[in-house]
């Protein structure tokens, strides 16, 4: 098959045709201007010498000779080689000749009629003669008195004005010329200039680059996000769209007025981040910021996104699963210790000091006592609270559920909360520590409180604890801090409800957080961040 021309070729192509049929255009036009500009100069001149012809005080006074003709032929050859005309007719006011080119024709009526003049009118005009097609003048002649007494015809052939004309067209063509060769090397330039900015490439493959593009952008599972140096969102994808849960089509709007504010922060900022934990809405997301160069110019600051939420939450799942495990497990290890001193004592005969030591080990290592999970009737909450439990006495405190709690509804929220305030608790407290947990739901709210006997907030942090990246724990430079108080306060603010922050009894913090019902429809207001105590 015919390949079709290079984008260059038909650039080249469309742009000499623009050209040539532009300088035609306008050498053309040039051409008739000329062609008009020596036309009306003649007019003047055949207009001028018959008007001077007829004026000539011995033009008028060889009128009155008895033969007129003796003085005004050669009275008229002489103005006719004086002003470079074809012919100077004079006539009487029957249109008789006394002075021709021919001196034949001398006597004879003129070809063309004469009596416009001889009324007294002026004609300028084209007319066809004697000697042919030419460009004349007739004024009339008048005596002293005003009388008109003949005429003077003053006139150059039309092939003198072609003469004329066509000695200015080669300078014409020579600069038309001149112009389309210019023009033609300005295509060259442009259409080489043109392919060096597309890198080469044609159209089609311009295309399929973008369609390629497109569907790559589109069907990567991270969000792609790129703002220019003008602050304007240039690109986003779907995913990214996803993540920011938006379906609005941010492209072309400015970063500040159409993102988050915690992305325009990262947008903004000087250095590259990788894998920064960001908070937007109630999802937690990673962010990595990098520059596009071209060449050794910045264009443009991309920032890739990726969903941490769902991870984490399996990650934590799977970290308490096996807290748990392993705290089975030493307690079986425990279990078994204690039944082999029993057993010990027994065989020895001795029934007191067996008895004594059953009621020294008391309850055994249960995580929590049996009655504290009585009124949780919601397993996964139930399970939760359990595993934490494991988790808090791996640390060497202890976790006590307030015998008021109670659950019946499983709430995802809910277990959201717990597990980012006990997770906080556990961290807060040292071995021999105290965590206690009170949760009641009921139709109207639930409602969970933690308290820790660690050391509370700074006074410094304060309300800023609910904050995304506000952490006691910054100092220890652990990395992703100060998310999940952020996060449970944007919870409670979707539920309606409050998180509120203040010194717990136990010497250390308390939190507090309120969820109405998920279905109220209530309006969510302000998020309450409160504290009456440092932590």
């Known amino acids: 098959m015919r390949r079709s021309l290079t984008l260059r070729s038909q650039l080249v192509l469309l742009q000499v045709a623009i050209v040539v049929v532009t300088v035609v255009l306008a050498g053309t036009l040039a051409v008739q201007l000329q062609e008009r500009q020596i036309r009306d100069a003649y007019r003047q001149q055949v ?6 012809t007829a004026r000539l005080p011995s033009v008028i006074d060889a009128y009155a000779a008895p033969d007129p003709a003796l003085t005004l ?20 006011v029957n249109g008789v000749r006394y002075s021709h080119p021919d001196p034949d024709r001398i006597g004879q009526r003129v070809s063309t009629d004469p009596s416009g003049t001889l009324a007294g009118e002026t004609f300028v005009g084209t007319e066809t003669g004697t000697l042919g097609v030419s460009l004349r003048a007739k004024v009339p002649v008048r005596d002293a008195s005003g ?11 039309e092939t003198a004005l072609q003469e004329d004309l066509q000695e200015d067209v080669p300078m014409l063509v020579a600069w038309m010329t001149g112009a389309a060769l210019a023009g033609v090397l300005a295509s060259l330039l442009v259409a080489r200039t043109v392919r060096r900015r597309i890198y080469g490439l044609e159209p089609d493959e311009i295309a399929h680059l973008l369609q390629t593009r497109e569907a790559m952008l589109h069907g990567i599972r991270e969000g792609v996000i790129a703002v220019d140096a003008d602050g304007r969102v240039v690109l986003v994808n779907d995913e990214a769209l996803r993540l920011l849960d938006t379906d609005a089509e941010l492209t072309g709007l400015a970063a500040d007025q159409a993102l988050d504010p915690a992305v325009v922060d990262l947008l903004t900022g000087a250095d590259d981040v990788v894998d920064e934990p960001l908070l937007v809405g109630e999802r937690l997301l990673l962010a990595s910021r990098s520059n596009a160069v071209v060449g050794d110019r910045q264009v443009a600051r991309v920032l890739t996104l990726r969903d941490r939420t ?8 799977l970290d308490d699963q096996r807290s ?14 204690q039944l082999h001193v029993l057993q010990g004592l027994i065989e020895l005969d001795e029934p007191a000091q067996a008895s004594a030591y ?3 080990i008391g309850g055994g290592g249960g995580l929590l006592r049996a009655d504290e999970l009585v009124a949780v009737r919601d397993v996964g909450t139930a399970a939760l609270v359990l595993a934490k439990a494991a988790v808090v006495r791996e640390r060497g405190a202890r976790l006590h559920v307030h015998p008021a709690s109670r659950v019946g509804v499983p709430d995802d929220d809910v277990l959201t909360v717990l597990g980012n305030l006990l997770d906080n608790a556990a961290d807060a407290v040292g071995p021999g520590g105290r965590v206690e947990l009170e949760v009641r739901q009921d139709q109207e709210q639930t409602v969970v409180r933690v308290d820790d006997d660690g050391p509370g907030v700074p006074e410094h942090l304060g309300d800023r604890v609910f904050q995304t990246g506000v952490s006691t724990k910054a100092h220890r430079g652990a990395h992703g801090r100060g998310i999940g108080l952020a996060l449970v306060a944007r919870l409670a603010e979707r539920r309606s409800g409050s998180a509120v922050l203040s010194r717990s009894p136990l010497g250390g913090a308390r939190v507090t957080v309120t969820l109405r019902p998920a279905d109220a429809g209530r309006p969510a207001p302000a998020v309450q961040l409160s504290s009456t105590g440092p932590r």
């Open 324 to 337: 748990l495990t392993a705290t089975l497990r030493a307690q079986a290890h425990e279990f078994s210790n």
């Open 358 to 360: 059953i009621e020294r």
């Open 73 to 92: 032929q050669p009275l008229a050859e002489l103005l006719r080689e004086a002003s470079g005309m074809t012919f100077v007719v004079m006539t009487d």
């Open 47 to 52: 207009l001028t010498v018959a008007q001077s």
């Open 147 to 157: 009388r008109v007494i003949g005429a003077a015809s003053v006139g150059i052939l």
């Open 310 to 317: 769902e991870i984490s939450s399996a990650v934590r799942e």
